[in-house]
Every structure is written in C-alpha cells, then in structure tokens.
C-alpha cells in the first residue's frame, strides 16, 4: 500500500507501508540482536550484520543492527531477481553451508545499496531449508579487501556464530507471526541451481592434473586420499548428495557409498557435513 500525504497544500513524497510491520518489527527485536551480536561483532570489526530467511512464497524475515540500511531495503527494495544475491540463494545446495563473498559489482543494485551505506568485504554463510533459505550476512566499513582473509580462515567460527545466534535468536527468528514478514513484489525464483561455471571450472582442473594422492590433516594426524575420494568430499561439500555425486562423476551409488565409507574409515569423520567441512578447511586450496 502506498499512501500519499498532503503538506501545506503540497503533496509529499509518498510513503510505501508494504514493509512497514516488519520494519516495526526489526526495530523492535533490535536491543535482543545488538545484546547477542554486539560482543563478536566488535571483536572482529564488523560493523554490519544481517539475518534474513527467505521463503518460497516470496515472504521474508529480515533483521539488521544497521538500522538505516534496513529501513531503505524495506522501503526500496522489492525484487532482487537477477542480483548477485539471488544467484547466490539459487547456488545454496540442499545440504550444509554455502559461503559467498559479495563482488565489488557496481552495477549490481543490492551491491549498491550495500555501498552506499558504506557496508563493505561483505560475505555470507547460506543455508537451504526445507520452506525457505536462511543466510547470515557480514560487512565492514573498511574498503581493504584483505578483510576477507579474516572470513575465509575463520570459517568454522562463523558457522559457530551463525548456530549460536539461532539459538540465542530462537524467539525472534520463528516464523510464527506473518506480521513480522516483509514481502517481495514479483515472484521469486529459489529451486536450486547448480553453479555450472563452478562445477566446470573444478572438472577441467581435475583434468589438466594428474594427482593420485591428496594429502589431509585429520584429527587422527597425517593421511592420504586417492583422487575419486578427493572428487567426493568436493562434492559433498557442495552439499551434494551419494546420488548426486554419482550421477557427476557417472558411477554407482554404490561405489560413491564405498568411496564415502572409505573416507569416513581414513578420516575417522562419519557424518558428511563433516567431511564438507574438512574439504573447505583442508583440501579446497589444493585446487
């Protein structure tokens, strides 16, 4: 609904209150955000931080300690289709975490956005639900890309941080009120894709070398893996599942389950987010 207001005989700007419950919303959980976030936040010089969780339908909750910047996006932005955020939502896999750092893009409208309110060396840590995609969003006011350095070693302390705000933030980030939710325009595309380019990219590398064995520091010290279960804890770090992995690689589900077994058997990890994780913190700079 957008309403316009009559000033001294002089009609003012109007003003959309599509969004304005769940600004009032926002601007009401902000003392509990700021009273959780505040101490990691300060710590490590973040200076932005967002949480937002996208529904199918087009419905979504976001909270934001950046007050100006989430009033503006409530009030100014009511599609993301085609911006770097949307292909970053549409690549989060259905299994563990995604992470994305935000391009320098200055044609990219929510890049702008994020500019001009001087948030900078953003990146995000991605998750797909069944109903919907959660994300935990990080920025800076300082320019230096070096920043990201912080976020690629620190990995694992961020998907902490993404967990434990969960469960400090249970009763403002439960989707049981739909007046907290603020809604996009048009429809919006979620169904996965894959990042083909990604995907590429990692086969043709594969295909110029020629290692047989990756080494891997485990908890149970020093190991080697052969190059198809390096392939598989790639791909299980992109979330993908036996199935999915054998379709990529074109084997069996069985001998993708025996590779995966195999490497449980080495590593002494046995669930596969763990093996995903192992791969981003470990084995990703091999390639």
Not at 126 to 139: I, T
Request: net charge negative; charged share 20%; glycine share 6%.
């Amino acid at each position: 609904m957008v309403i316009a207001t009559e000033m001294g005989g002089i009609m003012a700007k109007p003003v959309d209150l599509t969004n304005n419950s769940a600004f009032e919303y926002g601007k009401a959980a902000l003392d509990q955000l700021l009273e959780i976030c505040g101490p990691f936040l300060e710590n490590f010089n973040i200076t932005t931080f967002i949480y937002g969780r996208v529904f199918y339908d087009g419905s979504y909750l976001l909270l934001s300690n950046n007050m100006a910047w989430f009033e503006n996006w409530l009030l100014n932005v009511h599609s993301i289709t085609g911006s770097v955020l949307h292909s970053t939502l549409l690549e989060t896999p259905t299994n563990g975490f995604y992470y994305k750092m935000w391009p320098s893009d200055p044609s990219d409208k929510i890049i702008t956005l994020n500019n001009s309110y001087n948030i900078w060396n953003g990146f995000s840590v991605n998750r797909r639900l069944e109903d919907s995609l959660e994300l935990w969003s990080f920025g800076t006011e300082n320019e230096d890309i070096k920043f990201y350095n912080f976020y690629l070693n620190n990995i694992t302390l961020l998907n902490r941080f993404c967990l434990s705000f969960n469960d400090k933030c249970a009763d403002i980030i439960a989707p049981t009120d739909n007046n907290r939710l603020a809604v996009f325009k048009e429809h919006l595309d979620l169904t996965y894709h894959e990042n083909i380019s990604f995907t590429q990219k990692y086969n043709e590398i594969i295909g110029l070398t020629d290692i047989e064995k990756y080494p891997l520091k485990t908890k149970r010290g020093s190991i080697y893996i052969s190059k198809r279960e390096f392939e598989c804890m790639f791909y299980l770090s992109q979330g993908k599942t036996a199935k999915e992995i054998g379709r990529s690689l074109n084997l069996s589900y069985r001998t993708i389950q025996f590779y995966i077994e195999n490497i449980k058997r080495k590593t002494g990890y046995q669930s596969k987010s763990a093996l995903g994780d192992l791969f981003r913190e470990t084995l990703q700079r091999w390639w």
